[in-house]
């Protein structure tokens, strides 16, 4: 079946975050998608509704089993089961509660910034201090800086992983993560991998999911992963945390119950299995238009704006532009990001995401979710173009 994301519906006045927070501006900001959800997950949330109990319900077998055979068919991951994967409400849960599982208030947890906003919070919140491993930018992409993440992990107890890496865009590779995981493992660091744009990568960069590296580092780790970002379903909140040992199991249990993200609601359950079971080619489309997508950004801004890089999108929907040429003789660059934000909101009516909240190594940049019909994507563009060239 062939699906078709040219057009999607309007989401004007639905109470989404994405569209109804600026409103009378192209959105595209927030990490969801304008495209209506694949046909099998509507039909099978629609079977449910029309059941009319939406009592408590146990997490049946299938769902376990639905997990596991998607990641062992996509990405060679094999054992996922019950006895190790907790169901949670989202990633968000549950990389919170590993957080709360592994440190004492006071340790430190590393990122790699410029990195998913709602780290800092999670870390402040479990009474911990966020210990920045900013990734060089080596003019093209992001690469770890191999020496000063040895130097970090000398402090800190929990290293949380984008894999991959939101906004940086990078699919990390499988060298790339034994070195880390060999980082850690000899400084003593445990590692929290935040998995859930794993769907979502384009030709020449394939996901690794950290729980296939060698036993020695999955045992020091646990892997967060959910399929809402990519079929886009994440209002439906629904997320897995993997925990490969019964001791690190126990601890992450505890630690999911204590901040209360045990219990999922129906729906979540539902969709999961329909969109592990039924949607694949669905997302397999969506994959090829969003990488097309990808393209045109590159080529509109190569040809109408060369003066912003754009970095090369190996994974997720999200496009990290570097607009640090676009700053005036003499202008700080400190709040650069939100000045510009500001001023495409208002002259050109465009939202895109302030690069500073994924840290201070984000200043100068700003991020664009490509995840929407290609003609709305080029009329943010033309917006931005139009809104540069009058700041
Ligand atoms: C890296 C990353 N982790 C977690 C989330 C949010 O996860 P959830 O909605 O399941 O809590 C996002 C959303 O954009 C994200 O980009």
Not at 265 to 277: I, M, P, Q, S
Not at 297 to 310: G, H, K, R, S, T
């Amino acid at each position: 079946m062939q699906y078709n994301f040219d057009e999607c519906p309007d989401r004007r006045g639905t109470e989404s975050v994405k569209w109804d927070l600026y409103p009378g501006t192209l959105p595209l900001w927030v990490a969801d998608m304008d495209f209506t959800a694949a046909p099998a997950i509507l039909e099978a949330l629609r079977k449910r509704v029309e059941h009319g109990v939406f009592g408590y319900e146990l997490v049946p077998d299938d769902y376990f089993l639905s997990i596991g055979k998607w990641f062992s068919r996509r990405h060679g991951w094999e054992g996922i089961g019950r006895e190790n994967i907790i169901p949670t409400t989202g990633v968000i849960a549950a990389y919170s509660a590993a957080i709360k599982a592994m440190t004492v208030p006071g340790d430190k947890v590393l990122v790699q910034t410029p990195v998913y906003n709602a780290f800092f919070p999670a870390i402040r919140n479990n009474k911990c201090v966020q210990l920045d491993c900013p990734l060089r930018y080596d003019g093209s992409r992001y690469i770890v800086d191999w020496d000063l993440f040895e130097e970090k992990t000398k402090e800190a107890k929990v290293f949380l992983l984008c894999n991959p890496h939101n906004p940086a865009g990078r699919v990390w590779t499988r060298e790339e993560l034994l070195l880390m995981a060999e980082i850690c493992r000899r400084n003593g660091v445990f590692i929290i991998s935040d998995e859930i744009h794993c769907e979502l990568t384009y030709p020449g960069h394939d996901y690794t999911p950290f729980a296939t590296l060698p036993q020695e580092y999955v045992r020091n780790s646990v892997s967060c992963i959910s399929p809402t970002k990519a079929f886009n379903i994440a209002g439906i909140q629904i997320a897995n945390l993997f925990a490969s040992t019964p001791e690190l199991y126990a601890k992450m249990d505890r630690a999911i119950n204590d901040i209360e993200c045990c219990d999922v609601n129906v729906f979540g359950v539902t969709a999961l299995k329909a969109a592990y079971n039924e949607s694949e080619d669905w997302l397999d489309q969506l994959r090829s238009y969003l990488y097309h997508n990808a393209r045109a950004v590159a080529c509109f801004l190569e040809d109408e704006m060369p003066q912003i890089n754009v970095l090369p999108l190996e994974g997720t929907y999200l496009m990290w532009l570097d607009c640090r040429a676009a700053l005036h003789k003499g202008e700080a660059l400190e709040g650069f990001s939100a000045r510009l934000g500001e001023h495409l909101r208002k002259t050109v009516g465009l939202t895109l995401s302030d690069g500073s909240i994924y840290g201070a190594a984000g200043e100068g940049f700003m991020r664009l979710n490509i995840a929407c019909p290609r003609t709305r994507l080029l009329d943010g563009l033309e917006r931005l173009k139009k809104g540069l060239e009058t700041y």
